[in-house]
Nanobody
Framework: QVQLVESDGGLVQPGGSLTLSCAAS????????MGWFRQLPGKEREFVAS???????TLYSDSVKVRFTITRNSTNMAYLQMNNLTPEDTAVYYC????????????????WGQGTQVTVSS
């Protein structure tokens, strides 16, 4: 199996920036795309962004496009750079992996981390 571990969440003031990290272990993910989801308080888990390992193609939800950037390295790491944060970005953020690039439904993702809390507040 594959393990995904998110880190570097925390408290940030409105307008600030934060970069989340996701570390994958257990087996290579060379055929998998990485994605970020978030779950706002009292709401369903929603798609944020995804990236294809092989070609660096990316996909973003409309709510975070321009402000957020998903990146990866060649050693099973993924990142989510978040800029100009607002209180509406407060959520638990999850890292996930899928074989289907472009998938935005949580049911399409095979592996999940346990989440990291991001709180945007003054």
């Amino acid at each position: 199996q594959v393990q995904l571990v998110e880190s570097d969440g925390g408290l940030v003031q409105p307008g600030g920036s934060l970069t989340l990290s996701c570390a994958a272990s257990g087996r290579p993910l060379s055929t998998y795309c990485m994605g970020w989801f978030r779950q706002l308080p009292g709401k369903e888990r929603e798609f944020v962004a995804s990236i294809r390992w092989s070609m660096d193609k990316t996909l973003y939800s409309d709510s975070v496009k321009v402000r957020f950037t998903i990146t990866r390295n060649s050693t099973n790491m993924a990142y989510l750079q978040m800029n100009n944060l607002t209180p509406e970005d407060t959520a638990v953020y999850y890292c996930a992996a899928t074989k289907i690039f472009g998938a935005t439904s949580p049911t399409s993702y095979d592996y999940w981390g346990q989440g990291t809390q991001v709180t945007v507040s003054s």
